[in-house]
């Protein structure tokens, strides 16, 4: 079988490649980054990873950490290993503090669909026909579709939906 035609040139080598970066980025490679800042800071390169993990109170294993109770005691299991020596428990500490803290809502409405719900109340009110049948009906949803986008927006923004038609309230009074 024949070899491939680059593969027969012998392999030169490149004064211009800058070894120290070159070596750097393969060690960066080799070690992936840490992306828990507490763990990151507390890490100590020299121990092992079990090493690292086992002073800061954390398992490397998690079946080893909380075995399943077997049925038959052994009486070699009924000796207690040595625990490992926490030497590090902010870590701990830290990452249960910032587990307790109370989640962010990260989900939102696109301010295009805000505003298209609030066009339509706005000019049709509760009438999902005639909003189906709207020029800024653009996606040709039906009554339907459009009812539950409306229901989407007063979940997530009830405060808001609330003001909105207290305004439209307000409105329809001064015009009488």
């Avoid at 207690?80 to 428990?89: M, S």
């Avoid at 989407?152 to 329809?172: G, M």
Wanted: proline content about 5%.
């Amino acid at each position: 079988m024949p070899k491939a035609k680059g593969k027969t040139r012998r392999q030169k080598f490149g004064y211009n490649v800058n070894r120290k970066r070159l070596n750097r980025n393969a060690r960066r490679k080799a070690a992936p980054r840490i992306e828990c800042s507490h763990i990151r800071h507390a890490w100590d390169h020299a121990k092992s990873v079990r090493q690292n993990l086992a002073e800061m109170g954390l398992a490397m294993d998690p079946n080893k950490a909380v075995p399943l109770r077997k049925k038959k005691v052994k009486a070699m299991d009924m000796e207690e290993r040595p625990k490992e020596l926490v030497r590090k428990p902010y870590v701990l500490n830290d990452l249960e503090a910032e587990a307790s803290l109370p989640e962010k809502k990260g989900n939102t409405l696109s301010r295009d669909l805000i505003d298209y719900v609030r066009y339509m109340v706005e000019n049709h009110g509760e009438d999902y026909k005639a909003m189906a049948r709207d020029e800024k009906n653009y996606y040709q949803d039906t009554p339907k579709q459009i009812r539950n986008k409306i229901n989407v927006y007063k979940r997530f923004y009830p405060v808001e939906w609330q003001a909105f038609i207290d305004s439209l309230q307000k409105d329809k009074m001064e015009i009488e």
